[in-house]
C-alpha cells in the first residue's frame, strides 16, 4: 500500500531521517516508534506532502507520490496531527465536514452529510455535533479530528501519537477504533505511537526509528525486546507474553546516558532483526517471560 | 455506491444539520431586510429633506417641479453614490479581513496587519504632502494611495517567498512593514506645512466624501470581482487553512499558495477601498468577528454573512457621521470605532466559548 524507499530528510542542515525503507501492507497496522526527535512525525509526514523529502521515493498504491495530485492524495489519505490549532470556533459538525473537501464543490450533496453523520456517530460525537471544538476536552478534539479524516474516506489513515492526550477508556477507544476500520474496511493504517503497550496490542507490523535511522522492523515480538528498547530508549525494561500480546514493563533508566548512544552498533536494513536482537552490552543476566 | 449510500441513510435518520443550515438561512434574511431598511434609512437622512415618498416618486419623473428636480438631483447624484460606496465599501473591507484573519490563522490580523492600510495612507500622505505621484490630475491621491497599497502586498509576498509564506512569517513581516510606512507617514507629516498637515491629518482618518457615480463605477470592479472569487472558491480552503497547514494540505490544499492568493485579492480590495475613503480599520478587523458570532466560522456562510455585516457597519456609521452634527461630518473612521466597540464588547461578553 504505501513503501518508502531510501528515504532522507533534513531540515535544512539537520537531518532528521537516513536512508529509511519499509513496507506498509494493506490491512496492516503499522506504528512508527522511538523517542522523542527520533523522526517519526517527520516521516509520517513525507507519506502525504506534508514534508517534501530530499531523497528516495514514496510510494502509494504503486505509483510514486509526485504523480498523485494532493487531491487525488487526499482522497486516498486521512491525517490525524498530534495537536490541532484552534482558532476559530467552528463546530464539531463543521470540523468534520472540511473532511469532505477533497470530494466537493462549494455545494453539498445528501450523501456528505450522511457520511460525516456516520463518522460522528462512529466516534460517538453525534452530541457534541454542535458544539464548538473550542469548548471540547483534548480527547474529544482528538476524535474529532479521527472523525474528520475518516469523513475522507480514505484507504490509508495516518495518525500522529493519536493516543496522547486520551484517558485510559478512550485510548482504547480509538485504538479498537482505528484497529476496527482497517480490519472491516480493508484500510492500512501507520500511526506515530509513545505508548509502547498499545503499539503491541494493536499492530500488526511496527518500526522502530533511533536518531533518524530504521533501527528495526517486524513483528511486535521481535522489536520488543529489552536490549532494543534499552538501545532505542534508554530505559531498562522486562517484556511478558501473555495471550499472544507482548507487554512492556519499564523498570528505569539505563545507566547510560542517552546522548552516548550513538556510537552503539545500530541496524538500518529493514527487517534484520537477528543483528539487532540481545543487549549491545554485557549486562548481568535477568530472566524475561519471552 | 448505491448501497453504502442506502446503508448510511438508513442508520442516521433525521439530519439535525439541516435545521442548523435553516437557521442560517433566517440569520441571513433578517440581515438582509436590515440592510434594505438602513439602505432607506441612509437616502432619506441628510441635510435637505427628502422623504420616503420623494424615493418612491422618483422613477415617476416629476421633472416639472423644480424643487422636485433639485431633490432628485440631491438623491441620485450625491446621496445614492455615497450609499452605494458605503455599502460596496463596508462589503469589501469586511471580506478582505475575514480571509486574513483565515489564513493567518489570527483573530487580529485586519489591513493593518500585512502594512496596506499604512502603504496606502504613506501613498495618500506623500501625495497631499508633497505633490508626488504615479499619476496626476484628479487621482493624484487615489492611484498613489492605492499603488502603495499594492507595493505593501508586494513586500510582504517577496518575503515569504524568500522565508516561506507560514502564517507567523507573513504577520511579523506584515508589522514591521505597517511599522514602516508609519514612521514614514509621520516623517511627512513633520516635514510639510500646517495647512497641508490638516488635509493629511484628514485624509488618514477616513471618510465617503469622494464619492461620487464615478468613484464608484472605479471601485466596483477593484472590488466585486476579488470578492466574488474569494465567495466561490475559497470557502473549504479557508476552512481547511483554520485547521492547520498540515491538515489543510491532507485535505488537499496547497497552504501557501492559497495563503499568498487569498491575500492579494484581499489586498487588491483594501488597496482600492482604502485609497479612495482613506484608512477605516475597524471594520475590517471586527465586521469578521460580529459575523461569526452570529453565523458560525463556516467560511461558506461566514464571508458572505461578514460582507453584508461590514456594508451595513459602514453605511451606518457613514449616515450617523454625516448627519448627527450637521451641516459638519464626523470621519466616518471616528463613528465606526465610537459605535462599534461598545456593540461589539456587548456581542463578546454575551457569547461563550468564543474565546478559548
Given at each position: 500500500m504505501i513503501s518508502i524507499h531510501h528515504l532522507h530528510f533534513s531540515y535544512e542542515k539537520r537531518?532528521?531521517?537516513?536512508d529509511v525503507s519499509f513496507t506498509v501492507q494493506e490491512g496492516e497496522i503499522l506504528s512508527l516508534l522511538g523517542p522523542?526527535?527520533?523522526g517519526k512525525t517527520t516521516l509520517l509526514r513525507c507519506f502525504n506532502k506534508i514534508l517534501h523529502p530530499q531523497q528516495g521515493s514514496v510510494q502509494v498504491k504503486g505509483q510514486?507520490?509526485?504523480?498523485?495530485?494532493l487531491r487525488e492524495l487526499a482522497k486516498l489519505i486521512g491525517y490525524v496531527p498530534q495537536q490541532e490549532a484552534v482558532t476559530f470556533p467552528y463546530s464539531v459538525f463543521e470540523t468534520v465536514l472540511m473532511g469532505r473537501r477533497p470530494h466537493v464543490g462549494w455545494r453539498l450533496r445528501t450523501h456528505d452529510l450522511d457520511i460525516v453523520q456516520a463518522c460522528l456517530r462512529s466516534l460517538n460525537l453525534e452530541h457534541l455535533s454542535?458544539?464548538?471544538?473550542?469548548?471540547?476536552?483534548g480527547g474529544e478534539r482528538q476524535r474529532v479530528a479521527i472523525a474528520r479524516a475518516l469523513a475522507q474516506e480514505p484507504q490509508i489513515l495516518l495518525l500522529d501519537e493519536?493516543?496522547?492526550?486520551?484517558d485510559l477508556r478512550h485510548q482504547l477507544e480509538v485504538m479498537e477504533t482505528v484497529a476496527g476500520l482497517v480490519k472491516s474496511r480493508n484500510m492500512t493504517a501507520v500511526l506515530a505511537m509513545h505508548d509502547l503497550n498499545l503499539a503491541a496490542r494493536f499492530s500488526d507490523q511496527i518500526v522502530m526509528l533511533h536518531h533518524g535511522h530504521l533501527f528495526c522492523a517486524g513483528h511486535p515480538g521481535t522489536v520488543l525486546t529489552r536490549g532494543n528498547i534499552r538501545t532505542v530508549y534508554g530505559v531498562e525494561a522486562e517484556i511478558y507474553r501473555r495471550n499472544g500480546f507482548f507487554f512492556v514493563h519499564p523498570l528505569r533508566c539505563a545507566?547510560?546516558?542517552?546522548?552516548?548512544?550513538?556510537?552503539y552498533p545500530v541496524c538500518?536494513?529493514?527487517?534484520?532483526?537477528d543483528q539487532v536482537l540481545g543487549p549491545q552490552r554485557p549486562q548481568p543476566a535477568k530472566k524475561t517471560e519471552e | 455506491m448505491s448501497t453504502p449510500k442506502r446503508a448510511a441513510a438508513a442508520v442516521v435518520g433525521p439530519i439535525p444539520y439541516r435545521e442548523v443550515w435553516r437557521g442560517k438561512i433566517i440569520r441571513f434574511v433578517a440581515l438582509l431586510v436590515i440592510l434594505l431598511a438602513l439602505t432607506i434609512l441612509a437616502a432619506t437622512m441628510g441635510s435637505a429633506a427628502i422623504g420616503l415618498q420623494d424615493i418612491l416618486a422618483m422613477?415617476?419623473?416629476?421633472?416639472?417641479?423644480p424643487r422636485a428636480a433639485a431633490k432628485i438631483h440631491i438623491l441620485w447624484n450625491i446621496r445614492l453614490p455615497r450609499v452605494v460606496f458605503g455599502l460596496v465599501g463596508g462589503f469589501g473591507l469586511a471580506i478582505a479581513g475575514t480571509v486574513m484573519q483565515a489564513v493567518l490563522r489570527n483573530?487580529?490580523?485586519?489591513?493593518y496587519t500585512l502594512g496596506v492600510s499604512s502603504a496606502a495612507g504613506f501613498g495618500a500622505a506623500l501625495a497631499i504632502g508633497?505633490?508626488?505621484?504615479?499619476?496626476?490630475?484628479?487621482f493624484l491621491i487615489v492611484g498613489n494611495a492605492f499603488i502603495f497599497g499594492l507595493l505593501s502586498m508586494a513586500l510582504v509576498y517577496g518575503i515569504a517567498t524568500l522565508k516561506g509564506a507560514r502564517a507567523g512569517t507573513l504577520i511579523l513581516a506584515g508589522i514591521a512593514i505597517s511599522y514602516l510606512f508609519s514612521a514614514l507617514i509621520a516623517l511627512v507629516k513633520y516635514l510639510v506645512q500646517h495647512d497641508v498637515l490638516a488635509g493629511i491629518v484628514f485624509w488618514l482618518l477616513?471618510?465617503?466624501?469622494?464619492?461620487t457615480w464615478e468613484t464608484v463605477t472605479l471601485l466596483l470592479p477593484i472590488v466585486i470581482l476579488p470578492s466574488l472569487w474569494l465567495l466561490l472558491k475559497f470557502p473549504w480552503d479557508l476552512n481547511a487553512l483554520s485547521a492547520g497547514d498540515e491538515v489543510a494540505t491532507s485535505l488537499g490544499v496547497h497552504p501557501e499558495r492559497t495563503r499568498i492568493l487569498a491575500l492579494i485579492l484581499a489586498a487588491l480590495i483594501t488597496s482600492g477601498i482604502v485609497a479612495f475613503a482613506?484608512?477605516?480599520?475597524?471594520i475590517c478587523l471586527v465586521g469578521p468577528h460580529m459575523a461569526r458570532l452570529i453565523i458560525g466560522s463556516d467560511h461558506r456562510y461566514l464571508l458572505p454573512y461578514a460582507g453584508l455585516t461590514g456594508a451595513i457597519l459602514l453605511l451606518a456609521a457613514d449616515t450617523v457621521g454625516r448627519t448627527i452634527i450637521q451641516p459638519t461630518e464626523l470621519p466616518v473612521g471616528i463613528v465606526t470605532a465610537l459605535l462599534g466597540a461598545p456593540f461589539f464588547l456587548h456581542l463578546l461578553l454575551r457569547s461563550q466559548g468564543y474565546w478559548e
Amino acid at each position: 500500500m504505501i513503501s518508502i524507499h531510501h528515504l532522507h530528510f533534513s531540515y535544512e542542515k539537520r537531518s532528521v531521517l537516513q536512508d529509511v525503507s519499509f513496507t506498509v501492507q494493506e490491512g496492516e497496522i503499522l506504528s512508527l516508534l522511538g523517542p522523542n526527535g527520533s523522526g517519526k512525525t517527520t516521516l509520517l509526514r513525507c507519506f502525504n506532502k506534508i514534508l517534501h523529502p530530499q531523497q528516495g521515493s514514496v510510494q502509494v498504491k504503486g505509483q510514486p507520490l509526485g504523480l498523485i495530485s494532493l487531491r487525488e492524495l487526499a482522497k486516498l489519505i486521512g491525517y490525524v496531527p498530534q495537536q490541532e490549532a484552534v482558532t476559530f470556533p467552528y463546530s464539531v459538525f463543521e470540523t468534520v465536514l472540511m473532511g469532505r473537501r477533497p470530494h466537493v464543490g462549494w455545494r453539498l450533496r445528501t450523501h456528505d452529510l450522511d457520511i460525516v453523520q456516520a463518522c460522528l456517530r462512529s466516534l460517538n460525537l453525534e452530541h457534541l455535533s454542535h458544539r464548538r471544538v473550542t469548548e471540547l476536552s483534548g480527547g474529544e478534539r482528538q476524535r474529532v479530528a479521527i472523525a474528520r479524516a475518516l469523513a475522507q474516506e480514505p484507504q490509508i489513515l495516518l495518525l500522529d501519537e493519536p493516543t496522547s492526550s486520551l484517558d485510559l477508556r478512550h485510548q482504547l477507544e480509538v485504538m479498537e477504533t482505528v484497529a476496527g476500520l482497517v480490519k472491516s474496511r480493508n484500510m492500512t493504517a501507520v500511526l506515530a505511537m509513545h505508548d509502547l503497550n498499545l503499539a503491541a496490542r494493536f499492530s500488526d507490523q511496527i518500526v522502530m526509528l533511533h536518531h533518524g535511522h530504521l533501527f528495526c522492523a517486524g513483528h511486535p515480538g521481535t522489536v520488543l525486546t529489552r536490549g532494543n528498547i534499552r538501545t532505542v530508549y534508554g530505559v531498562e525494561a522486562e517484556i511478558y507474553r501473555r495471550n499472544g500480546f507482548f507487554f512492556v514493563h519499564p523498570l528505569r533508566c539505563a545507566r547510560t546516558a542517552r546522548g552516548a548512544q550513538t556510537h552503539y552498533p545500530v541496524c538500518p536494513a529493514p527487517n534484520r532483526l537477528d543483528q539487532v536482537l540481545g543487549p549491545q552490552r554485557p549486562q548481568p543476566a535477568k530472566k524475561t517471560e519471552e | 455506491m448505491s448501497t453504502p449510500k442506502r446503508a448510511a441513510a438508513a442508520v442516521v435518520g433525521p439530519i439535525p444539520y439541516r435545521e442548523v443550515w435553516r437557521g442560517k438561512i433566517i440569520r441571513f434574511v433578517a440581515l438582509l431586510v436590515i440592510l434594505l431598511a438602513l439602505t432607506i434609512l441612509a437616502a432619506t437622512m441628510g441635510s435637505a429633506a427628502i422623504g420616503l415618498q420623494d424615493i418612491l416618486a422618483m422613477p415617476l419623473g416629476r421633472l416639472a417641479d423644480p424643487r422636485a428636480a433639485a431633490k432628485i438631483h440631491i438623491l441620485w447624484n450625491i446621496r445614492l453614490p455615497r450609499v452605494v460606496f458605503g455599502l460596496v465599501g463596508g462589503f469589501g473591507l469586511a471580506i478582505a479581513g475575514t480571509v486574513m484573519q483565515a489564513v493567518l490563522r489570527n483573530a487580529l490580523a485586519s489591513s493593518y496587519t500585512l502594512g496596506v492600510s499604512s502603504a496606502a495612507g504613506f501613498g495618500a500622505a506623500l501625495a497631499i504632502g508633497l505633490g508626488l505621484g504615479i499619476w496626476g490630475g484628479k487621482f493624484l491621491i487615489v492611484g498613489n494611495a492605492f499603488i502603495f497599497g499594492l507595493l505593501s502586498m508586494a513586500l510582504v509576498y517577496g518575503i515569504a517567498t524568500l522565508k516561506g509564506a507560514r502564517a507567523g512569517t507573513l504577520i511579523l513581516a506584515g508589522i514591521a512593514i505597517s511599522y514602516l510606512f508609519s514612521a514614514l507617514i509621520a516623517l511627512v507629516k513633520y516635514l510639510v506645512q500646517h495647512d497641508v498637515l490638516a488635509g493629511i491629518v484628514f485624509w488618514l482618518l477616513g471618510g465617503l466624501h469622494l464619492a461620487t457615480w464615478e468613484t464608484v463605477t472605479l471601485l466596483l470592479p477593484i472590488v466585486i470581482l476579488p470578492s466574488l472569487w474569494l465567495l466561490l472558491k475559497f470557502p473549504w480552503d479557508l476552512n481547511a487553512l483554520s485547521a492547520g497547514d498540515e491538515v489543510a494540505t491532507s485535505l488537499g490544499v496547497h497552504p501557501e499558495r492559497t495563503r499568498i492568493l487569498a491575500l492579494i485579492l484581499a489586498a487588491l480590495i483594501t488597496s482600492g477601498i482604502v485609497a479612495f475613503a482613506g484608512v477605516i480599520g475597524f471594520i475590517c478587523l471586527v465586521g469578521p468577528h460580529m459575523a461569526r458570532l452570529i453565523i458560525g466560522s463556516d467560511h461558506r456562510y461566514l464571508l458572505p454573512y461578514a460582507g453584508l455585516t461590514g456594508a451595513i457597519l459602514l453605511l451606518a456609521a457613514d449616515t450617523v457621521g454625516r448627519t448627527i452634527i450637521q451641516p459638519t461630518e464626523l470621519p466616518v473612521g471616528i463613528v465606526t470605532a465610537l459605535l462599534g466597540a461598545p456593540f461589539f464588547l456587548h456581542l463578546l461578553l454575551r457569547s461563550q466559548g468564543y474565546w478559548e
